[in-house]
């Protein structure tokens, strides 16, 4: 069954600091990507999406991920991290026609000012 | 435009009796989709519908879940003999279509006592 990993349940940055927050996944194929961003008592925000094509996507609020096809990785990067960035942040694979999404664990960012 | 919204934003009810929960998708999104969100078990897949179909039920946990979706549109998660451990929050996300990205709603808080 696919899978997928979010390794780190809890990362604390400085404000101003650089972050990456890693996802990995299991699957045969290339699924769809995805990072959503969900504060606290909010639904889940899309930040970015791969589907195909450049393997470096943008995304809203100056975030970026990578997809790594030899590591079956997406991680999240932002250069410079700013307070309000502090939330809890999931990677999700969609597969099938339904494109149904499994979700990671999630991360939960806390911004020291 | 207006977004996914779900009512009651939150609800409290009794061991052993009935709730419905009700999402409304983005108007023209023919997909629809439930999760679920709880501390023991992150956030999971529970039911897809395309138009007023489900293709897709293999994430309810048990019989006492169903729902239904008509005129392609609304959609209404019913629990039945609820349980304390359905408490959780009750995630909707529609897309125009299944392979689209889905766009999520604030969620029903349940909480079962």
Known sequence: ?113 | GAGVSQSPSNKVTEKGKDVELRCDPISGHTALYWYRQSLGQGLEFLIYFQGNSAPDKSGLPSDRFSAERTGGSVSTLTIQRTQQEDSAVYLCASSPTPQETQYFGPGTRLLVL
């Open chain 1, 1 to 113: 069954a696919q899978s997928v990993t979010q390794p780190d349940i809890h990362i604390t940055v400085s404000e101003g600091a650089s972050l990456e927050l890693r996802c990995n996944y299991s699957y045969g194929a290339t699924p769809y990507l995805f990072w959503y961003v969900q504060s606290p008592g909010q639904g889940l925000q899309l930040l970015l999406k791969y589907f195909s094509g450049d393997t470096l996507v943008q995304g809203i609020k100056g975030f970026e991920a990578e997809f790594k096809r030899s590591q079956s990785s997406f991680n999240l990067r932002k250069p410079s991290v700013h307070w309000s960035d502090a939330a809890e942040y999931f990677c999700a694979v969609g597969l099938g026609g339904g494109n149904k999404l499994t979700f990671g664990t999630g991360t939960q960012l806390k911004v020291e000012l």
